[in-house]
């Protein structure tokens, strides 16, 4: 149980305690309050209260380190009102370089930019514009100058000067509006890509998705670029072309070919009968120019069938020199035949006509049908490797590639391939039409091997190594002007006879 006297004690401790923190207290020694202050006991707060004067003491509590400070606030002029900016896209690299640089180094950076501080409208008073610009960029912003004398807070620009000991609160113009500067690089306006005033509507397009468009919408106009095909691409686009094309633009007027418009002339003088029969005649012209453009060349007017074709003609004058220099080099072995197919052998179709041919140094003619078989079997290799449509490389890598004699290999391109471009890459293309050239010879040299009969008794083992279907066989042989025989063994059998008929001419469905 707690004492009496112990209580009391507590009790008078608590009261003095109460008296001295109500009490005021005094000021140290040397110690003078500033300025007019009054102190509220209840609320505990300071007021401010300012002199009729111009100029305004600054009031502080009470310190060891407080002074007296002039305050000056002036009044709105629209003329010499300080403009308060922004830069969102980030300080002027003229700024922040010479803030960062020695004074030394102050001559090597640009100057900071310079600003003009314009109306808005000449016909009115509100509403400003400012434009500033630098070395690398221009800053522009503006203002309506409307809903500015309802804010209640304003923004002011304190400048203190130390010598007075006065701070100058200075509004800033347009009623505190902080105008934001739009950044534009200068070099980008004098740029000719930006002269829209010439670009295509595709050009335009282009550059709208390229800097607003999604990936995939930018992925498809890379395929679109990918897909645009060049002049230098197509395949027959040669120097004739070029010159036909140039020709045509030299001369307005010439428009059509002098074959055509002879052939016009001549239809246009006849009548009736004359008429169809010229019309015809016109039409065998063409084609058998596209014919004889197609077949390997041939005699129309030979005496014998063996005559027809010449398989030297074919090959050219290098391919055929370098077919001879093998054969001779094989024929005076013991075992030509093998000699002549070598460590891997050649396809059946040719290995079987070698082997009916006969010893070339007792029988007359029969070099020139080894040759022609050795063309035929190069022939079957190169259809069998150039299958693509389009082969990449020079003609010395192709000849690697296709396992030929350079002079063979540069014959074969130049008959059955034309030199392209696909996606920036050189090489040679293959399109039907040279596809079919190729089949078709192949085919009449097979035929021509079989020596002077110019009589093959099936041509089906021919087909399999050539991957063809016998029927269209059958229709190249036919167009070559061969006829063929089915037999009941159900073997194809073909031959040449002369005079050389050729097929008429396929019409037309009337529709």
Avoid at 442 to 449: C, G, Q, R, S
């Amino acid at each position: 149980m707690e004492s009496p006297t112990r209580s009391k004690s507590k009790k008078a401790r608590k009261e003095k305690k109460r008296r001295h923190s109500t009490e005021p207290r005094a000021s140290k020694k040397g110690r003078k309050s500033v300025g007019s202050i009054k102190e509220e006991e209840e609320s505990k707060r300071v007021k401010f209260e300012e002199e009729k004067i111009s100029t305004v003491k600054c009031l502080t509590f009470p310190s060891k380190y407080s002074t007296e400070i002039k305050v000056s606030v002036e009044e709105e002029d629209s003329a010499t009102n300080p403009v308060m900016v922004s830069f969102p896209a980030g300080l002027p690299s003229s700024i922040t370089d010479r803030s960062d640089a020695t004074n030394d180094e102050d001559d090597n950076h640009s100057s900071p930019p310079v600003f003009t501080w314009t109306k808005a409208r000449q016909a009115s008073s509100k509403g400003r514009l400012i434009h500033g610009e630098d070395s690398t960029c221009t800053y522009t912003a503006g203002n309506e100058g409307r809903a500015h004398d309802g804010r209640k807070t304003k923004l002011y620009v304190a400048v203190y000067h130390k010598p007075s000991n006065t701070i100058k609160f200075i509004p800033s113009a347009e009623k505190g509006t902080v105008f934001a500067l739009n950044q534009t690089v200068s070099s980008y306006k004098s740029s000719k890509s930006l002269d829209f005033s010439n670009l295509t509507m595709n050009e335009r397009r282009r550059m709208v998705f390229e800097s607003f468009g999604s990936s995939k919408k930018k992925k498809v106009l890379r395929s679109q670029d990918a897909n645009v095909v060049e002049m230098r691409s197509v395949v027959g686009a040669g120097e004739g072309m070029m010159k036909a094309l140039g020709k045509q633009m030299e001369d307005g007027n010439n428009l059509v070919s002098d074959s055509n418009k002879k052939v016009m002339e001549e239809l246009s003088k006849k009548s009736g009968a004359d008429l169809k029969y010229s019309t015809t005649t016109a039409i065998d012209k063409a084609y058998a120019e596209a014919r004889r453009a197609f077949l390997p060349p041939f005699d129309e007017e030979a005496s014998e069938p063996y005559r027809v074709y010449d398989s030297q003609e074919v090959a050219g004058e290098d391919a055929w020199g370098q077919i001879s220099r093998i054969v001779d080099a094989c024929i005076h072995k013991d075992d030509w035949k093998e000699a002549m197919q070598g460590k891997y052998g050649w396809p059946e179709s040719t290995s079987k006509l070698l082997d009916g041919i006969g010893n070339p140094q007792q029988k007359k003619g029969t070099k020139y049908q080894i040759k022609t078989v050795c063309l035929v079997n190069y022939l079957i290799r190169f259809n069998d490797k150039a299958s693509k449509n389009f082969m990449d490389g020079t003609p010395e890598e192709l000849t690697k590639f296709l396992g030929l004699p350079k002079s063979i290999c540069d014959r074969f391109l130049e008959l059955f391939c034309a030199a392209s471009y696909d996606r920036g890459r050189a090489g040679y293309a293959t399109t039907k039409q040279l596809k079919d050239k190729r089949v078709i010879y192949t085919l009449v040299m097979y035929l021509l091997a079989h020596g002077k009969e110019m009589k093959a008794g099936s041509i089906e083992q021919l087909c399999l190594d050539m991957k063809i279907e016998t029927r269209d066989a059958v229709s190249f042989y036919r167009e070559a002007g061969c006829k063929c025989v089915k037999g009941k063994n159900g073997h194809t059998s073909i031959s040449l006879s002369v005079p050389l008929i050729f097929p008429n001419p396929k019409r037309g469905k009337k529709t």
